[in-house]
């Protein structure tokens, strides 16, 4: 089975705070992304990666930024948390395929920031 | 630009009973849609996609979806309903003819199922 993780599933920082979300993909996927879920709002694309070192920004990038250094792994950062960056933040892979293949979730991460 | 809606954001209905939940979408050239559930305290899951070819695709648990291109629509059915299937549903389209990468999800849609 495919599986993603995602190293917290309930993370808790101040605001101001430089915040690092892991994920990593077991199924060596070229596609990697980055979401947050907010109520009503349904998932919303902040960055995503097609290769090692490639990124490209999604809907939502402001206050966002990413690395991916190695082919598993795909690392947001949150350079300094703000109260509105409160949700849960999902990351996903998918191989690669003219985007007509499906996404694996991790099971998210639920970010507080107070 | 691409987008999709989920008209409803919630759906009850008895166990035994078909469901449908409703997607409509938006695209400039050939959709490729998918729709995803979400369990409580867990994340999205693939259900099942069209790409191309027959306008009914199925899917894990029982799901089915028609594609409609008059009518621009991806309804999500099951046609009897489990309590287990309670949980947020949501349908997502990408655009076959953009290049890109981007997938666009709706808001989601929860269904309760009452036993």
């Known amino acids: 089975d495919v599986k993603v993780t995602q190293s917290s599933r309930y993370l808790v920082k101040r605001t101001g705070e430089k915040v690092f979300l892991e994920c990593v993909q077991d199924m060596d996927h070229e596609n990697m992304f980055w979401y947050r879920q907010d109520p009503g709002l349904g998932l919303r694309l902040i960055y995503f990666?097609?290769?090692?070192?490639m990124k490209e920004k999604g809907d939502i990038p402001e206050g966002y930024s990413v690395s991916r250094e190695k082919k598993e792994r795909f690392s947001l950062i949150l350079e300094s948390a703000s109260t509105n960056q409160t949700s849960m933040y999902l990351c996903?892979?998918?191989?690669w395929g003219d985007g007509y293949n499906e996404q694996f979730f991790g099971p998210g991460t639920r970010l507080t920031v107070l | 630009a691409q987008s999709v809606a989920q008209p409803e954001d919630q759906v009850n209905v008895a166990e035994g009973n078909p469901l449908t939940v409703k997607c409509t979408y938006s695209v400039s050239g050939n959709p490729y849609l998918f729709w995803y559930v979400q369990y409580p305290n867990r994340g999205l899951q693939f259900l099942l996609k069209?790409?191309?070819?027959?306008?009914l695709v199925k899917g894990s648990y029982g799901f089915e979806a028609e594609f409609n291109k008059s009518q621009t629509s991806f309804h999500l059915k099951k046609p009897s309903a489990l309590v287990s299937d309670s949980a947020l549903y949501f349908c997502a389209v990408r655009d076959g003819g953009d290049g890109g990468f981007k997938t666009i999800f709706g808001a989601g849609t929860r269904l309760f199922v009452k036993a």
């Open positions: 069209y790409i191309t070819g027959d306008n």
């Open positions: 990666s097609y290769d090692v070192k």
């Open positions: 996903a892979s998918s191989s």
